[in-house]
């Protein structure tokens, strides 16, 4: 075919215009701010973009790109929309009831445990973690590190304070994931809102991370994402899954969420599969 | 419009009857994937997928993260989980916040296959007693696709079909028994 009946053969009706603006957004995003959002799932990002734009009565993405660099205040705003912030206390509860059957006895067999629980959001699961942690008597010598991108999501994990609104579904889940006693045994009620027990934050450090540019910061015995890499595209999966190797001394365990996989990724060799179905693997002795 | 490459189907509160009627009468002919988005709420779908499956050619299944897209297959969103079509014709899942109450959601579905396929999609919006999917509906109309209504009149639930012929004009407004046979006529046109 020769050049002329290329240009011929394009249909100009094809040409997605605003895929290109998205294309410049992200990388105008990452220049200025180090933020990088390029290797994730495009569909989310178009969605909470859009979103953006009906709110803020901007035309295009051009329009929205021209306010990101100009100005900080809606930058940070634009941060917040891109962000990951959905979570609940023991979501799946058939996961945390099997992490109780099979992680948990060789968690036991350590002087010290680490772990590192990546995208944390509001800290929901890490309340969650650690409450099953101190069922087991384990919470005592455990260290958690709870890193998000997001450092006003980080504020609330911190704080252990959520409304009350979903409570009932918690206890719920809590009940269904093997829960020893009552959820309302670890926090108390005040003003529509639950204070989760300080006892069960005191080992836990809140941390700001970016799965996408930082590094590795420590080895762990457990490494705790769930949900997370379902937003990002294969490559970046695969960078995440590096990191998270990295981190994870002999025979450590990785969790993550029920419809993520080591399928098809880089990674599939490098682990065991402990729980097929609920996605905990550990990784491999070589 | 251009070739169909792929139809989406939203459907709430009586909807595994539509969905199974619409399914029973796929012809084995039509090579084309079929998307579905059902609310169910945590609900597991494993036994209704193995029964749907006895009742079709096609393979139906669980949709996974990251999945192509193939013909002959019709996808589920998983309970719990938005399903989300990706410009280089893959499934994403989400657990981002629900949308009109529902995750999955069929606007997020709809609106995002849209994006995608442009004029080469069918959206069908069947039974249900909420408001999910009319915009997205709207979306798919905009970008070129053909829209398909389930009679609000002969519906289990009227509302959700309802609601999309009060916010825009479908293509076609029709009885469940005949929207097999109505994608089938697009599809070979």
């Known amino acids: 075919m020769s050049n002329n009946e290329n240009i011929l053969a394009f249909n100009p009706e094809n040409f997605d215009t605003q895929n290109i603006e998205l294309d410049l957004l992200l990388q105008a995003v990452n220049l200025k701010y180090g933020y990088d959002f390029r290797n994730y799932n495009k569909a989310h990002l178009k969605r909470r973009i859009y979103q953006r734009l009906k709110l803020s009565g901007l035309n295009s993405i051009s329009e929205l790109q021209n306010k990101v660099l100009w100005d900080k205040e809606f930058y940070r705003i634009f941060l917040q929309d891109l962000s990951i912030n959905v979570t609940e206390m023991f979501r799946d509860p058939d996961f945390y009831m099997s992490f109780r059957k099979k992680v948990i006895s060789d968690l036991k067999t350590y002087a010290h445990i680490k772990v590192w629980h990546a995208g944390c959001s509001s800290g929901e699961e890490v309340y969650s973690l650690a409450i099953i942690l101190k069922e087991e008597n384990l919470l005592q010598r455990t260290q958690i590190y709870a890193t998000d991108i997001n450092k006003s999501v980080l504020e609330t994990a911190r704080q252990g304070i959520y409304s009350n609104k979903e409570i009932e579904l918690y206890s719920r889940n809590y009940l269904d994931s093997g829960g020893k006693g009552q959820l309302s045994d670890y926090y ?42 379902i937003y990002f595209d294969k490559f970046l999966q695969n960078k995440v899954l590096k990191l ?11 969790c993550l969420g029920t419809k993520e996989s080591l399928k098809f990724t880089n990674f599939e060799d490098g682990f065991t599969v402990i729980d097929k179905k609920m996605k905990i693997y550990k990784k491999s002795q070589i | 419009m251009k070739m169909t490459k792929l139809v989406v189907v ?18 084995v002919s039509l090579n084309i994937p079929v998307i579905i988005v059902l ?16 009742k079709t050619s096609f393979l139906v299944k669980e949709a996974e993260e990251k999945e192509t897209i193939n013909p002959k297959t019709v996808y589920f969103a ?25 995750r999955p959601s069929i606007d997020v579905l709809f609106e995002t296959a849209a994006w995608v396929y442009k004029d080469e999609i069918i ?31 002969t519906a289990f639930s009227k509302t959700m079909p309802y609601t999309a012929t009060t916010l825009f004009e479908p293509d076609y407004i029709i009885n469940i028994e005949d929207i097999a046979v109505k994608i089938t006529e697009l599809c070979i046109e």
């Open chain 1, 244 to 254: 998270f190797s990295e981190s994870l001394s002999k025979r450590g365990f990785l």
């Open chain 2, 39 to 54: 609310h169910i709420g945590n609900n597991k779908i494993s036994t209704l997928l193995s029964q749907l499956n006895n």
């Open chain 2, 10 to 27: 939203g459907a709430s509160s009586g909807g595994i009857e539509a969905i199974s009627k619409f399914l029973s009468k796929l012809p």
């Open chain 2, 78 to 102: 998983p309970p719990n989980y938005h399903i989300q079509v990706e410009e280089n014709r893959t499934i994403s899942l989400s657990t981002d916040a629900k949308v009109n109450f529902s």
């Open chain 1, 188 to 229: 108390t009620s005040k003003y529509g809102a639950v204070l989760f027990d300080k006892s069960l934050s005191k080992n836990i450090v809140f941390a700001d991370h970016n799965l996408v540019t930082d590094g590795v910061f420590a080895e762990v015995n457990l490494v705790f994402c769930r949900n997370v890499l």
């Open chain 2, 123 to 153: 959206g069908i919006l069947l039974t249900g007693s909420n408001n999910d999917g009319s915009k997205g509906l709207l979306e798919i109309k905009k970008h070129g696709g053909k829209t398909i209504v389930e009679n609000p009149k």
